[in-house]
């Protein structure tokens, strides 16, 4: 079997290169494609050193621009590498530009796509993280979602559950992996050994930094918060827009905010293991602080990770400045709130995702269940179904029995996954039924 992985910015070179480990180690025939979307030396190349990846066989060269301009030059470059690389199956992480336009080239040329982090919603259509997930999601044949919630999402948006394998997510991996390297290679800590009471802080969302009115109540709030000290290795995108606002002189002024260059991937997770908390509107960071119990704070109203909200290691503040104090101090002061935060459950697994997620590629395209073609039976051959169970029988059990797919179960009210163990005694079934 032969893969292709394309990326294209810093959260997906972290989070693919566990799963290019699993490759390696597999001998497995990849290509390895970067959009070029990030280029800056500590935006991309510093996590091909941290992460020891190779380099990769193809840069599409993109760089920024806007949405359409950038998604249709990686489309051009991207479908130009599949031609001729002729790979088995294209795989994608997360949600950038990347994501959509890999999936969209791979789908459209009868590639199948695993989607890395499949599932995730926030609901927020004005994200355009959303809406490249959503349109990803549509154009794969395997979703590898991190947990049951993200695998639920995608079946109630009518996604076959049978494609849908429950993983984790591998940024556990890379973190639990990288952090023993870090400890032993990094001294980012002695830049900082003076200060007690550390928050790490990284925002980049186009709605928080590329809003005045946003970025102002943000910034304002962590000027004031002049008992902490706060390191802030700073986005491209971020520092452009506080030197454009007038707000960077301002808060290099205030001795407490250290603004940095980003740093590598090693150098930020000793600096997040050793912080009292982490302010951020990123999305991997939720995942990270909740995998190194570090208390987290999200400068947004919504989440894609809703699981580190409800496991309690993340509290949701948007860009509310009095919010943001109130609930900055609360953590760092509250002996109470600190612990409960600290001691919530990882929802995102046990670091082994990217094992799980070559297991079931290999598996299925064995199987011969990879290959995309036109249905051959004639159409409306199925019925759709809700049926509520009285006898002990598993969903696989129930198919069989059947000649069923099940798409949805409610068990007392509630949505659940159907995994084919679960027995469906007093629940409700969503199904098709097949009539040949
Ligand atoms: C992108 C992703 C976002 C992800 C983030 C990770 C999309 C739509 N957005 O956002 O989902 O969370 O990466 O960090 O794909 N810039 C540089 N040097 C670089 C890269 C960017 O200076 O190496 C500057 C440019 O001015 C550019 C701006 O940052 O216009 C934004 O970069 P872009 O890649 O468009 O989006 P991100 O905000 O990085
Ligand atoms: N990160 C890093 N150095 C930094 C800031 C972040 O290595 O200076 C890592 C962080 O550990 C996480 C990833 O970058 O794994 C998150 O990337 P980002 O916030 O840019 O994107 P998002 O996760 O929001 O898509």
């Keep these: ?32 494609i970067h959009t070029g979307q990030h280029y800056d030396h500590e935006m991309s190349d510093q996590f091909f050193l941290d992460l020891e990846l190779p380099t990769p066989d193809y840069n599409i060269g993109v760089g920024s621009g806007s949405h359409g301009e950038q998604t249709a030059e ?20 997360g949600d950038t530009n990347a994501v959509l336009a890999g999936a969209i ?13 499949a599932g995730l919603r926030s609901f927020d259509k004005t994200m355009p993280e959303e809406i490249n997930r959503m349109a990803a999601d549509v154009c794969s044949l395997l979703y590898y979602v991190p947990t049951e919630e993200s695998a639920l999402n995608l079946v109630v948006e009518g996604i076959n559950p049978k494609n849908v394998i429950i ?17 032993n290679k990094s001294d980012i800590l002695s830049q900082f050994s003076e200060y007690e009471n ?57 001795g407490h905010i250290k603004i940095i260059k980003p740093v590598g991937y090693l150098d930020f997770l000793l600096l997040l293991s050793h912080s009292q908390m982490i302010m951020t509107d990123s999305g991997g960071l939720q995942e990270e602080a909740i995998t190194l119990d ?44 600190r612990e409960k935060m600290k001691k919530a459950i990882n929802p995102y697994g046990d670091g082994k995702s990217s094992e799980r997620i070559l297991e079931v590629s290999l598996r299925e395209y064995e199987n011969g269940n990879m290959e995309i073609k036109a249905p051959e039976d004639l159409m409306n051959q ?31 009210g509630e949505a659940r996954f159907p995994h084919e163990d679960l027995d469906l005694k007093n629940m409700l079934v969503l199904f098709d039924k097949y009539l040949n």
Excluded: W
């Design 294 to 337: 570090v208390p987290c704070m999200t400068l947004r109203y919504n989440t894609e990770r809703p699981e580190t909200v409800t496991a309690g290691g993340n509290i949701l503040v948007g860009s509310d400045k009095k919010k943001i104090m109130e609930t900055t101090r609360l953590i760092m002061n509250d002996p109470q709130t």
């Design 105 to 117: 080239v791979a789908s459209k040329l009868h590639i199948p796509v695993g989607h890395v982090e």
């Design 74 to 93: 990686m489309m051009k470059g991207i479908e130009k590498v599949f031609v001729k690389e002729k790979p088995d199956l294209v795989m994608v992480q």
């Design 198 to 254: 550390i928050l790490t802080l990284t925002m980049h969302r186009a709605e928080n930094v590329d809003n005045i009115e946003r970025l102002t109540q943000i910034t304002d709030a962590l000027m004031e918060l002049n008992e902490l000290t706060i390191i802030f290795p700073v986005h491209p995108r971020t520092l452009k827009n506080l030197e454009k606002f007038g707000i960077y002189s301002k808060m290099i002024e205030k």
């Design 167 to 183: 993983t984790g997510n591998t940024v556990v991996d890379a973190c639990l992996r990288n952090l023993k390297i870090a400890e």
């Design 1 to 32: 079997m032969k893969i292709a992985i394309v990326i294209g910015t810093r959260p997906e070179i972290i989070k693919m290169a566990p799963v290019i480990d699993e490759i390696n180690k597999r001998n497995l025939d990849y290509v390895l």
């Design 382 to 412: 199925f019925k759709r179904k809700i049926e509520l169970v009285d006898s002990n029988i598993t969903v696989l059990e129930f198919e069989k029995i059947n000649n069923a797919l099940i798409r949805l179960v409610y068990d007392n």
